[in-house]
């Protein structure tokens, strides 16, 4: 089992950045398909972007393609996502995910095998 701890959030004016990043322990790190998910006020858990083990697939909700980027180091077992141009709708609480499986074969919440604890983005408009 992978443990997921984030950081990196805050508060930031519509239009800005903020990098998330998610720290991972546990030896298989690599083997996993890492994920972000995020979570508004009074809505359900949503999909944001994944990442492949070996980093050679990327896949993002339509709402944040080319404002989002996933990124991972699996030296440092570490995923981030890196947010631009940042719109009040952004706004929720961004979840760390771990599937244990190499490639994206779903970005469904139910098959999620880790979560981090989350962290708090407000963006201000």
């Known amino acids: 089992q992978v443990h997921l701890v984030e950081s990196g959030g805050g508060l930031v004016q519509a239009g800005g950045s903020l990098r998330l990043s998610c720290a991972a322990s546990g030896r298989t790190f690599s083997y996993y398909v890492m994920g972000w998910f995020r979570q508004a006020p009074g809505k359900e858990r949503e999909f944001v972007a994944a990442?492949?083990?070996?980093?050679?697939?990327?896949y993002y909700v339509d709402s944040v393609k080319g404002r989002f980027t996933i990124s991972r180091d699996n030296a440092k077992n570490t995923v981030d996502l890196q947010m631009n141009s940042l719109k009040s709708e952004d706004t929720a609480v961004y979840y760390c995910a771990a599937y244990r499986r190499p490639y994206v074969t779903t970005t469904s919440v139910d098959a999620v095998d880790a979560w981090g604890q989350g962290t708090l983005v407000t963006v201000s408009s």
């Open positions: 990442i492949n083990w070996s980093d050679d697939g990327t």
